[in-house]
């Protein structure tokens, strides 16, 4: 079956640590995204990208950082510079580099800070 | 800036009602409208997308509309089921600066 996994899908952390968010896809989707989700909130985008080796900002990026080494992998590290991580975070990805089309969601992996 | 709000933030109606979820946006500069459900603790999926030219579309029991000169879209779902509790969020993907901008959901609860 197609689709987006993300792992782990809980994952505690403690401050000072970096940890990272995996998202695989075997859609053969060009485009990956990375959203954060809070309570009552809409999604805000950290990063994505479009294309195999290049990725751009998001809205909240401070924090973060992402590769894109494969066409099927985009993960995300959270490092000790993001001060609030405790949150619901989201892979999705596309089929052209252009986010036109239908959003395909992963199912999320929860990360909370001891 | 667009501004992407759903209103109630919460709603529960009974098992067999036909209800209404609403979307409302503030800059109708605007490529496309998505709606999505995402279960508890779920990633997202996607229901229905509805391009600018475009006033609605459907989907078995989900019909989406999209006025983007009043900056709004209803998401009606008939004969609702326990099944369809789950939250619903759209989202715009807008002409200024390319970004799909989020609301933050309307939480559905259908009572057997």
């Known amino acids: 079956d197609g689709g987006i996994t993300q792992s782990p899908k809980y994952l505690f952390r403690k401050e000072g640590q970096n940890v990272t968010l995996s998202c695989e896809q075997n859609?053969?989707?060009?485009?990956m995204y990375w959203y954060r989700q809070d309570p009552g909130q809409g999604l805000r985008l950290i990063y994505y990208?479009?294309?195999?080796?290049?990725?751009q900002k998001g809205d909240i990026a401070e924090g973060y950082s992402v590769s894109r080494e494969k066409k099927e992998s985009f993960p995300l590290t959270v490092t000790s510079a993001q001060k609030n991580p405790t949150a619901f975070y989201l892979c999705?990805?596309?089929?052209?580099?252009?986010?036109?089309?239908?959003?395909?969601f992963g199912e999320g992996s929860r990360l909370t800070v001891l | 800036k667009q501004e992407v709000t759903q209103i109630p933030a919460a709603l529960s109606v009974p098992e067999g009602e036909n209800l209404v979820l609403n979307c409302s946006f503030t800059?109708?500069?605007?490529?496309?409208l998505q709606w999505f459900r995402q279960d508890p603790g779920k990633g997202l999926t996607s229901l229905l997308l509805?391009?600018?030219s475009q006033r609605e579309q459907t989907s078995g029991r989900l019909n989406a509309s999209l006025d983007k000169s009043s900056g709004r879209s209803t998401l009606y779902i008939a004969a609702s089921q326990p099944g369809d509790s789950a939250t619903y969020l759209c989202?715009?993907?807008?002409?200024?600066?390319?970004?799909?901008?989020w609301g933050a959901g309307t939480k559905l609860i259908i009572k057997p």
């Open positions: 999705a990805s596309s089929a052209t580099g252009e986010i036109t089309g239908e959003l395909f």
């Open positions: 859609l053969n989707h060009d485009a």
């Open positions: 990208s479009q294309i195999v080796n290049d990725f």
């Open positions: 800059d109708s500069a605007i490529y496309n």
């Open positions: 509805i391009q600018s």
């Open positions: 989202a715009v993907l807008t002409m200024r600066n390319y970004q799909l901008i």
